[in-house]
């Protein structure tokens, strides 16, 4: 938050709780994410219900912000930079739930898979989500620091992850037509990818609102 404090000190603390919130959830979503990328690669059915207990934290860090944002708003009738911060304090709340939705469901995607052929040697879905993982970080950093150096590189680097999983769509598609047994797994393999994708995209939503927090301009 731009530093300068208001007359009315609970006021400060109405704003600053909202941007914990938001970076506290955030912190569960990055876990999440990280565990459903690694979960591509490990299989670990133990992790199951980890998962299922993060995502219905995670839907209620959305919950009690909006609840936080919209009360700040009809009690304060904030402006300028004020009005900015819990907007995107609210609406950061709403992507971060739809990164752990995505993030889940690729854990059920893996799940759903059952076997991995002998003859799948790519990584390359494991690596896109590794990327898209790094950009995600960097755009949670971006917030809590409301940094607008950092949250400008977000948006060229999502540019690379999409032309990343181009590559990997067109690699999947050929084991698909050379191993055509394996056209179950592969499909799965592809909305794995896909999923990622979008998770990506969200990542580079949050760097707009930083970005729309620094300047004050749609972007």
């Known amino acids: 938050m731009k530093d300068k404090q208001h007359i009315v000190s609970n006021y400060d603390n109405d704003l600053n709780d909202l941007k914990n919130m938001v970076i506290e959830m955030g912190v569960l979503v990055e876990k999440q994410l990280f565990n459903a990328v690694e979960f591509i690669k490990t299989f670990d059915e133990d992790k199951v219900s980890d998962f299922e207990g993060n995502e219905k934290n995670i839907n209620k860090y959305e919950t009690r912000i909006r609840e936080h944002g919209t009360k700040t708003l009809s009690k304060r009738q904030p402006l300028a930079d004020d009005l900015r911060l819990i907007i995107i304090g609210i609406k950061l709340s709403s992507t971060l739930e739809r990164i752990g939705d995505h993030s889940h469901n690729i854990v059920r995607r893996v799940l759903s898979e059952k076997i991995n052929p002998n003859n799948y040697e790519t990584d390359t879905v494991y690596r896109l989500g590794t990327n898209v993982l790094k950009n995600v970080s960097q755009a949670l950093t971006a917030y809590d620091l409301f940094s607008q150096e950092i949250a400008l590189t977000i948006p060229e680097e999502d540019k690379k992850i999409d032309l990343f999983y181009e590559n990997c769509f067109r690699e999947h598609l050929n084991i698909m037509m050379k191993n055509p047994k394996n056209i179950g797994f592969i499909t799965q393999r592809l909305f ?25 301009k749609l972007l």
Do not use: H, Q
């Not at 979008?198 to 930083?210: A, M, Q």
């Open 192 to 216: 794995i990818a896909k999923e990622l994708e979008r998770i990506g995209d969200l990542g580079k939503n949050i760097s707009k609102e930083v970005l729309y927090y620094t300047s004050g």
